[in-house]
């Protein structure tokens, strides 16, 4: 399955957030990988439909994780 990770800071007030998009699994499955990368990386986040959402700029540690994970990240 292909993701797609960015930093974002548009609308969040100069916050720098990693968004994970293209997650086409259901809604227990990815709740379970936010838990998982939230633990990993030591920080906050959340899910929106199917976008995970985690704060700082995570993007390079996010990518690895997914790797390992089995996902082809872009």
């Keep these: 399955m292909k993701v797609t990770v960015t930093m974002e ?3 969040r007030r100069g916050k720098q957030v990693s968004v ?3 997650i ?3 809604p227990q499955v990815i709740e379970k990988l936010e838990k998982k ?3 990993q990386l030591g920080t906050g986040g959340t899910v929106k439909g199917k976008t995970i959402e985690i704060q700082g700029d995570h993007v390079d540690r996010i990518k ?3 790797e390992k994970e089995g996902y082809e990240v872009k």
Aim: charged share 20%; aromatic share 0%; proline share 0%.
């Design 24 to 26: 086409t699994h259901n």
């Design 64 to 66: 690895k994780i997914l």
């Design 37 to 39: 990368l939230k633990t």
């Design 20 to 22: 994970i998009r293209g």
């Design 9 to 11: 800071t548009a609308g």
